[in-house]
């Protein structure tokens, strides 16, 4: 039988590209949603793939979410903490509910899906956990202090859960994408893109979301049990580690 992939923001951007190239790859993949629920819906109609709704904020929102995906589909063995949003300004301008909000959302999110799947793949002594970082996790971002706390923040938690992960066969890794060609980043007016995004990128371009969706399907795989703990960067050479 295959295995049960679960992907948090799946029905849009970079999470709906991982869940058909998950799916492509042989995986029952569920697709969490928070909020848009007619795009959630087309996602469902054009794929075939299982939506479930609930704020990844909330750990007993989370709980009962997990505990009906898998009583659709089976044990969740691979993980995807993808949600994330960003709530963007000068620290100066910041509020609290904005600092709260995506460090809720970008960073207690991962503990709160993951804490409800954790025992499961421990006493299966299996498990795959590919948290989705960014690049300005890495570097950092002018405007986007909370965003970039949060998910450097993130690549701690991967680190830190990658070695109590490691006996019992579950590894735990992160993918940072740099600029992708999402719909939110394509909605930037073309001569911000094109006169100062894409000019920092020494491919020349903007990553696409199946590019992303490739990484995770290698990290998700058997074949990857050998890694754990690490950064996969993937953003078109913009900023080398």
Not at 124 to 151: D, E, H, T
Request: hydrophobic residues 40%.
């Amino acid at each position: 039988m295959s295995r049960v992939a679960l992907v948090s923001g799946g029905t849009r951007g970079i999470g709906a590209a991982i869940c058909i190239a998950l799916k492509a790859a042989g995986y029952r993949v569920a697709a969490n949603y928070a909020g848009n629920e007619e795009k959630a819906k087309a996602f469902h109609e054009e794929t075939g793939i299982a939506i479930f709704k609930w704020d990844v904020s909330d750990y007993a929102d989370c709980a009962e979410g997990i505990a009906k995906v898998e009583s659709e589909l089976g044990p969740i063995e691979v993980l995807v903490n993808n949600a994330g949003i960003t709530r963007d300004t000068m620290f100066h301008k910041m509020t609290p509910d904005m600092w709260n909000a995506v460090i809720d959302t970008n960073l207690t999110g991962l503990f709160n899906m993951t804490h409800n799947v954790w025992t499961g793949m421990r006493d299966r002594s299996f498990g795959r956990v590919i948290n989705i970082s960014s690049i300005n996790g890495q570097k950092g971002q002018m405007g986007q202090v909370n965003y970039s706390a949060a998910k450097a923040g993130d690549l701690g938690f991967t680190k830190a859960l990658a070695q109590e992960g490691a006996a019992k066969n579950i590894t735990v890794n992160a993918i940072c994408p740099g600029y992708i060609g999402t719909e939110m980043v394509r909605a930037v007016p073309e001569k911000v893109l094109n006169e100062r995004i894409i000019p920092q990128i020494p491919v020349g371009r903007l990553g696409e979301p199946e590019e992303i969706a490739r990484c995770v399907v290698f990290l998700a795989s058997d074949e990857s049990g050998f890694i754990t703990g690490s950064t996969l960067t993937a953003n078109g050479g913009q900023f080398v580690v």
